[in-house]
């Protein structure tokens, strides 16, 4: 039996609205980490740049009746920018390394608060290592579970934001 306060689900049930979900939890990490407000693109279209531009880094989750992953990529010159707000920096002084490492705190700190807005629901999860990603969560479960992909812009710069939810096994 779950502990009290845990909803397992047999079937695939979407009782959370995901965009809303991703709209709070990267709304509150931009606006208190880096003093930035996102808003959502009204077209979904994919991001310019090749994937040697852009960042995309993941957090897998998993909870005892949903797992999945949270996905946020990023061009590099906003990764640059947002090193360089953090570090005290201009924008290109930070190694690749850097720009990896603040693009990988990102995606760590919205799946914290994805994780915590869906315990809040009843949904209980824990978050793993961020990881590189070469391919989008889509490709990755395109057909099982729930997939929700937002776009956003900060500062004229295009992100996405996937959520990727499937039942447990």
């Not at 509150?28 to 279209?45: D, E, G, H, I, Y």
């Not at 720009?99 to 990988?104: E, H």
């Not at 629901?121 to 729930?146: D, K, M």
């Amino acid at each position: 039996m779950p502990p009290r306060g845990i909803k397992t689900l047999s079937a695939p049930t979407k009782p959370y609205d995901l965009p809303s979900l991703a709209g709070r939890s990267l709304e509150t990490v931009f606006s208190t980490q880096l003093n930035r407000s996102v808003s959502p693109c009204s077209t979904l279209t994919e991001p310019s740049g090749t994937a040697d531009e852009r960042l995309c880094f993941s957090v897998p989750w998993s909870g005892p009746a949903w797992h999945g992953v949270f996905a946020l990529a990023m061009p590099l010159e906003f990764a640059s920018e947002a090193a360089a707000q953090l570090f005290g920096r201009q924008p290109g002084e930070s190694s690749p390394e850097e720009l990896a490492d603040v693009a990988a705190e990102l995606c760590n700190m919205v799946a914290g608060r994805l994780s915590s807005e869906l315990s809040q629901q009843g949904f209980a999860g824990l978050l793993q290592t961020p990881v590189v990603r070469s391919h989008r969560p889509e490709q990755a479960f395109a057909s099982q579970g729930e997939h929700c992909r937002t776009d956003w812009t900060c500062g004229g710069h295009p992100l996405t934001l996937d959520i990727a939810l499937f039942p447990s096994p």
